[in-house]
């Protein structure tokens, strides 16, 4: 990665054009776990301002020692842009050349915020979920959950079911319609609860907006024995009845979660202890799933390194192609 006089511009629509799979952004964020689990990274807690209710604007710096990258994602999350048509999730991805630190790219970030995040409840299932998982609960039918499904459909190959909840039936009913037609061998059951759609799952990925003062619905007793709760919406779905009576709890950062909960909003009832980072169990240094019955739980709040190592093999491959927009510095 080697900067010139030029930095790349990418767009939303040149970011999708480079076609990088939900395969593909696994293995990348799974070898970015693994170089955290290693110590191989640099990643502070992020942080951000709030010029709304329930809206922030974060700053995200992470440096990856191996694969190397260095950068920035400045990103904002609106729960009330979609009713203004707007994206909930928007923002910009800036990469520098580790070597001297200039600039080299400039891209949109929502693409790739949607598939890193995604493919994290695709890395929490492949350390965590039990063996043979054939039914998936969806709740929160957005964006999120639909990069969550391609990422369990490729970590869970006896997947089967997914049930979906979605406080709008006719947002379920969209998930649905397009997620069974891009996966016509799973059957797909619209569900009238959150808990309903979590009772019999074996991993449930919960993507609703994350609120300042949630009432989650999902409480003790929602995940069964051997069940993986992923959380990509912070403490806003479930319950700290529900997060503490599982036999493990994980997160995609502890010192992010735990820096977070200082301020006093999120995480209030999380448990004291933490088992493991996933880092930890994609290096190898702490096992996942040891039994078939334990619940277990996996606190994803979506990490600058995941967003990198995705970043990277993007601007790698629009160099390649000359994709993009060139832009003096």
């Not at 949607?114 to 695709?122: E, K, L, Q, V, Y």
């Not at 054939?134 to 499904?149: F, K």
Request: charged share 20%; hydrophobic share 45%.
């Amino acid at each position: 990665m080697a900067a010139g006089a030029e930095i790349v511009y990418l767009s939303r629509a040149d970011v999708e054009g480079l076609g990088m799979s939900m395969r593909e952004v696994l293995d990348a964020v799974d070898a970015g776990f693994a170089a955290k689990g290693r110590g191989q990274t640099e990643m502070p807690p992020k942080p951000g301002i709030h010029t709304r209710a329930d809206c922030f604007i974060h700053a995200m710096p992470a440096y990856v020692e191996e694969p190397e990258v260095a950068g920035l994602k400045w990103v904002s999350g609106y729960p009330p842009n979609p009713a203004k048509g707007l994206p909930y999730i928007s923002g910009l991805l800036v990469l520098n050349d580790p070597d001297t630190g200039l600039p080299l790219a400039v891209m949109d970030c929502a693409w790739i915020t949607a598939m890193r995040t995604g493919a994290s409840a695709g890395i929490s299932a492949r350390y965590l979920a039990r063996p043979g998982s054939r039914i998936a609960g969806i709740v929160g039918c957005g964006v999120q959950a639909r990069t969550s499904l391609m990422a369990l459909v490729e970590t869970l190959p006896d997947l089967e079911e997914v049930r979906c909840y979605e406080l709008l039936p006719e947002v379920t009913g969209r998930f649905i319609e397009e997620m069974g037609a891009l996966f016509p061998a799973l059957t797909f059951t619209a569900c009238d609860s959150a808990p309903a759609a979590a009772h019999e799952a074996d991993v449930v990925v919960t993507a609703i907006p994350i609120v300042v003062d949630p009432s989650p619905e999902l409480d003790a007793g929602a995940l069964k024995p051997g069940g993986l709760a992923v959380s990509l919406d912070y403490d806003s779905a479930w319950t700290g009845a529900a997060m503490k009576e599982c036999d493990k709890y994980c997160s995609d950062d502890v010192g992010q979660m735990l820096a977070t909960k200082e301020h006093g909003v999120y995480f209030k009832d999380i448990p004291s202890t933490v088992y493991a980072d996933l880092g930890e169990l994609a290096a190898g240094l702490k096992p996942g799933r040891e039994h078939d019955d334990e619940r277990i739980f996996s606190m994803n709040m979506g990490i600058a390194v995941d967003d990198m190592v995705t970043a990277r093999v993007l601007y790698e491959r629009a160099v390649e192609r000359g994709a993009g927009v060139r832009l003096p510095l």
